[in-house]
C-alpha cells in the first residue's frame, strides 16, 4: 500500500466514522440510545483502523522483505565481480612483477 493510498484510506475511513457519529447525534432517539449507538461505531471504526494499519504493516513487512532479498542478491554480484577484477589485478601485477624479474636478471649479467 503506497503512502497516498494509506492516507486516503484514513481519511475515508475518518469521513465516515465523523459521517456515522453526527448522524447518530441528529437522529431523534433517547440519550441511553444514541450513547450505545456512538460507543458501537466508534468501537467499528478503531477495528477497521487496526485491521488498516494491521494490512499496512504486512504490506510494508512484505516488500522490506523482497528489497532485502533483492539487496542482498545485488550484493553478492557484486562482490563476485569484485572478486574476479581483483584477481584479474592480481595476475596483471604478477605478470609485471615476472617481467620485471627477467629485465632484472638481463641487467646484472
Known sequence: MSKDSGSIMLALLTGAAIGAGVG???APDKGDNTRKKIGKQAKKT?????????????????????????F?????????????????????????????????AQLQK
Open 24 to 26: 447518530i447525534l441528529y
Open 46 to 70: 478503531k477495528e477497521d483502523i487496526a485491521n488498516r494499519i494491521s494490512q499496512a504493516t504486512d504490506e510494508l513487512t512484505k516488500t522490506a522483505e523482497a528489497k532485502k532479498v533483492d
Open 72 to 104: 542482498e542478491a545485488k550484493l553478492d554480484k557484486t562482490i563476485s565481480n569484485m572478486s574476479y577484477k581483483a584477481d584479474d589485478i592480481i595476475l596483471g601485477l604478477e605478470a609485471k612483477l615476472e617481467d620485471l624479474r627477467k629485465k632484472n
